[in-house]
């Protein structure tokens, strides 16, 4: 019994730590983003702060200090590190070998077989699963017509015909889009989109799927851009990035029928109690 009490005062004042017996994942604070990874930092837009850094533990202190900070990338330039600290963004890790990434800790230590993690601990891979977490969350359109709400999109149904009261209607505008909130950031791994099939399919054209921790859509990374579908398609794009915010906007007069959007991401456990740390 005293063993128990002193576990729950320890569960209690882990603020980045999950506590679930035995088998909890280890601690640790952040991943290191594995080369290519799709997650970009623009070309350094959005840094928080650019420094020489004479560590990596120097490096990874200043990040959890600072407040806005979600990864940042260092590598050896003359006798010590460089990099830049990434303001709401994950730090690309490029074709350069001699720069890594490295991304704060949001999947419980555990983001499966892509990632190794930085306290010298490995989380198994049959530990991450992928899970759609896009069903039934916040959603918002630029305009609605035809009583096509933005809710539609994440009603569990991809049929495609709009008389079955399950696809999006925009207004025909400039750029109209449609945008969920994941809740949390999350390692996503693909969007997988149906078209509409009874009329007007081709109407989904030169449209692009962004993803980030951005409300903003066009402050975040794109995963695909200039995409078309056929009537009544469900395709899945691969988007291996990391986000909370995912948006699909058409470039052009037009308007924008969704029959469904699933979000789908790596997610640590089967329970929900591994999903988000911070």
Same mark, same amino acid.
């Given at each position: ?49 650019? *420094? ?117 209607? *925009? ?22 989109? *149906? ?38 398609? *469900? ?44």
């Amino acid at each position: 019994m005293a063993f128990k009490s002193v576990l729950a005062i320890a569960c209690a004042l882990a603020a980045l730590a999950v506590c679930a017996g035995a088998g909890d994942l280890p601690a640790c604070d952040f991943f290191k983003i594995p080369k290519g990874y799709l997650e970009a930092s623009n070309g350094g837009a959005g840094n928080l702060k650019c *420094t020489r850094w004479g560590s990596l533990d120097e490096a990874k202190a200043e990040c959890l200090s600072a407040k806005g900070c979600d990864g940042f990338s260092f590598g050896p330039s003359g006798s010590g590190f460089s990099g830049c600290l990434k303001k709401n963004r994950a730090a690309g890790y490029n074709s350069n070998a001699a720069y890594s990434g490295y991304h704060k800790n949001v999947m419980g230590c555990c983001g499966g077989d892509d990632y190794t993690l930085q306290n010298g601990a490995v989380c198994s891979p049959s530990v991450a699963v992928e899970k759609l977490v896009s069903q039934g969350k916040p959603v918002k359109q630029s305009s609605v017509d035809f009583g096509g709400f933005p809710q539609r999109a994440v009603d569990g149904s991809t049929n495609p015909k709009y008389g079955s009261g399950s696809c999006t209607h *925009t207004k025909k505008q400039r750029n109209p889009w449609w945008q969920v909130d994941l809740g949390a950031t999350y390692q996503i791994t693909k969007v997988v989109i *149906t078209n509409r099939g009874d009329c007007c399919s081709d109407r989904l054209h030169n449209f692009e799927i962004r993803i980030g921790s951005k409300s903003n859509s066009n402050l975040n990374a794109w995963c695909a851009s200039g995409q078309k579908m056929g009537p009544g398609e *469900t395709r899945a794009y691969s988007c291996p990035m990391v986000g909370r915010h995912v948006n699909i906007k058409i470039w052009d007069v037009e308007f924008l029928t969704l029959c469904e959007v699933q979000v789908f991401a790596k997610v640590a456990g089967s329970s929900e109690t591994y999903r988000m740390l911070v």
